[in-house]
C-alpha cells in the first residue's frame, strides 16, 4: 500500500506527558499537512509544509506543538505537557505541488490521542 | 473568511431512496469545494470536487454535487442510496487549494 500512513494508530497518555506522532506520505508527494478532528467536528487545520519548509502554521497550533519534516519525507508532531483538552484525532495528509492553484490531499488514517 | 455549513448532523435514508445531504459555503471570492467521506477507523477519501468549469461534478460511488453561486451551496446527491453509503461525510472550502476549511460533517444512516 503507497497511501499515506501514520504511526502510532493509538496513543493514551497522562496529562502533562510529551507525545510525538509520525506521518508518512505518499513517496512522490512534496506536500504534507497536519489536521486535528474532535469528536462531532471536521478537520481543523494545524499546519504544512512543502519539502522541509513549514508554510502555513494556524492559530490552533500553540506553543506546546511544534511539527517537523527534517528531509523533506517523514514528518513528525509532537504534543508537550499534552492536556485534556488535545484528546482528538489527528490526520495528515499530502499532496503534490507542480504550480497551479489546486493540488488533491490524500488523508492518512490518523492518531487517535487520548489524555487522561 | 471562509467557512461551510452543514445543515443536518445525521440524515438517515431507505437503501435505494435519494441521498441529499446540503452544504453552504461562506467566501468572499468563489472558492475551489469539495466531498469528502470517512468510513470508521479510515482517513478522508475524496468524492468529488469543483474548482473551475462545469458546475456539476460528479465523483465516485455515483456521487454528484452541483455548485449553486447564487444560493453558496454544494450540495451532495446520490439517486439511489447503497448500504455501503453509510460514513460520515464532510463538506471543505479552500480558496489556495492548500488550507481546507471543513464542515462538521454529516453521518449518513443507510435504513435497509
Known amino acids: 500500500d503507497t497511501g499515506v500512513s501514520q504511526d502510532p494508530r493509538h496513543k493514551i497518555t497522562k496529562r502533562g506527558q510529551n507525545v510525538t506522532f509520525r506521518c508518512d506520505p505518499i513517496?512522490?508527494?512534496?506536500?504534507l499537512y497536519w489536521y486535528r478532528q474532535t469528536l462531532g467536528q471536521g478537520p481543523e487545520f494545524l499546519t504544512y509544509?512543502?519539502?522541509?519548509?513549514?508554510?502555513?502554521k494556524s492559530r490552533l497550533l500553540s506553543d506546546r506543538f511544534s511539527a517537523e519534516r527534517p528531509k523533506g519525507s517523514f514528518s513528525t508532531l509532537e504534543i508537550q505537557r499534552t492536556e485534556q483538552g488535545d484528546s482528538a484525532m489527528y490526520l495528515c495528509?499530502?499532496?503534490?505541488?507542480?504550480?497551479?492553484?489546486?493540488?488533491?490531499?490524500?488523508f492518512g488514517p490518523g492518531t487517535r490521542l487520548t489524555v487522561l | 473568511a471562509q467557512s461551510v455549513t452543514q445543515l443536518g448532523s445525521h440524515v438517515s435514508v431507505s437503501e435505494g431512496a435519494l441521498v441529499l445531504l446540503r452544504c453552504n459555503y461562506s467566501?468572499?471570492?468563489?472558492?475551489?469545494l469539495f466531498w469528502y467521506v470517512q468510513y470508521p477507523n479510515q482517513g478522508l477519501q475524496l468524492l468529488l470536487k469543483?474548482?473551475?468549469?462545469?458546475?456539476l461534478v460528479k465523483g465516485i460511488n455515483g456521487f454528484e454535487a452541483e455548485f449553486k453561486k447564487s444560493e453558496t451551496s454544494f450540495h451532495l446527491t446520490k439517486p439511489s442510496a447503497h448500504m455501503s453509503d453509510a460514513a460520515e461525510y464532510f463538506c471543505?472550502?479552500?480558496?489556495?487549494?492548500?488550507?481546507?476549511?471543513f464542515g462538521t460533517g454529516t453521518s449518513l444512516t443507510v435504513i435497509p
Open positions: 513517496s512522490e508527494h512534496n506536500r
Open positions: 509544509f512543502q519539502n522541509e519548509a513549514q508554510l502555513e
Open positions: 471543505a472550502v479552500s480558496l489556495t487549494g492548500n488550507q481546507f476549511y
Open positions: 495528509a499530502s499532496s503534490f505541488f507542480a504550480g497551479g492553484s489546486y493540488n488533491e490531499q490524500f
Open positions: 467566501s468572499s471570492v468563489p472558492p475551489y
Open positions: 469543483y474548482t473551475t468549469g462545469a458546475t
